[in-house]
């Protein structure tokens, strides 16, 4: 058994059953050995950041590792955007990158760069094997990295040779640490602010589920006010399930809905800060005379924290929600209020979510409160180009569930070739392309940071209409039908044949 054959054979034991691909010549090995590991799922993308984003939404949804398969350097660095999302969301995730045998490395064959260096800011665990004996013992300590402390992104570069070089077979699953429990003091510390006070509670991270949501609930009905962060990674929603509100994106209105607390509780987040730094704007959102208690982080239990944090205060049950009408049918013109009306009154039971609808986000989550049960995944880094294929992993995860993705015309550009990967797999997502061919958040934000005049040369590095893009064609061409409508009774006829018709859609919604 050879390196690479191992280091498949002890991710496969470990649970990994799915690599979200793009191999070249230094991973020969790898993709030789998918044929030796069939409970390895190859799931081939067409560029790096494709299969980093399809890892995270797969992470987000089945909370099992994928692994990705990457080309030294350079694509790990095309992978870069995507894996910085999944660090930020952590996202348990096990990067496997190819790179140059230990005796050619440092000749500066043309593929040569410091793999490692690329790797750092985006991973919570990092090495590199040494020799094929170690490569597999290296994988478990990769695997159990991805996997503790709620999860993570472990990097394990892999020289060619370790691969190709005979190993001693797979290594033994290596046990994960679990979550850091909460101490009773800093419980007893959070019970004490919230009843001494105005008080607000911010969920992150695991606390955006079920499991904390419950409890959250329970610690609403107190008379707490509980947020949760802006993005949270996967945020359980609709249905008759407790609604935190949203802390908004904008600086003016984060800081609204924190102001005139005494306390804010943080459970599995930190403390919350500005997306950008803005001239004259706080870069911390809560108040300067909040005191804020960190319960939890996103390493920590968060669940358990709100579970005993409800019982100190001796929260009765949480009352029973009833979820917010949901939008008529629009008819008439194709805009971002009757595309956001549409969404919300069509939104499948179980559905996943996934939201890369930037200026349309806030509008979209507002129109799908009353929607069934689904899950809501959100850029966690900022970077975008996350949304295409982020909705594949998802998909990948749950062959059963529907999966809308809202996607803005703009951001869909970075990874459009998901559509291909997405096709291929038969995958049933349903995109939904938001065409208003225009960079139209910078727009905004040029005068917010205080950016003067607005010149033609200025304005065309935010305007993408021109040439117009036609996203339904480039679908088509990929293998997704793809269609383009214009007014909102369109949109409801397209929407309803792609949510009835397996497999994956695009629909251009030009607004
Ligand atoms: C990797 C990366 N590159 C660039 C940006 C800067 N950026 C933020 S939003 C945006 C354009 C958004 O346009 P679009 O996706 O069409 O959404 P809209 O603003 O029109 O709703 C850009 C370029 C970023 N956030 N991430
Ligand atoms: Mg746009």
Redesign the pocket.
Known sequence: VNGAESVLRTLAAGGVQVCFANPGTSEMHLVAAMDRVPEMRGVLTLFEGVASAAADGYARIAQIPAATLLHLGPGLGNAF?NAHNAYKARSPMVNLVGDHAVLHKPLGAPLTSDVEGIARPVSHWLATARDARSAATDAAAALAAARSRGGGVATLVLPADAGWDESAGPAAPVAPLPRAPVPAEAVERAAAALRAGSAGLLLGGIACQDAGLRPAARIAATGVRVLHDTFAPRLARGGTRFRPRPLPYLTEMAVEALSGLDALVLAGTRPPVAFFAYPGLPSRLAAPDTAVHALAGPEEDAVAALEALADALDAPGAPAVDPPPRPELPTGELTVDSLTAAVGALLPDGAIVVDE????SAFFVERTAGAPEHDWLYLTG????WGLPAATGAAVAAPDRPVISLE?????M?TIQALWTQAREGLDVTTVI?A?R?????EFEFSRVGAEGDGAAAHALMD?GRPELGFAGLAQAMGVPGRRVTTADAFVSAMREALAEPGPHLIEAVV
Do not use: R
């Open positions: 955007a609808a930037v200026t349309a900022g970077a975008i180009g803005a015309d703009g951001s869909a970075y938001i208003n225009s960079y139209a958040i910078l993408i």
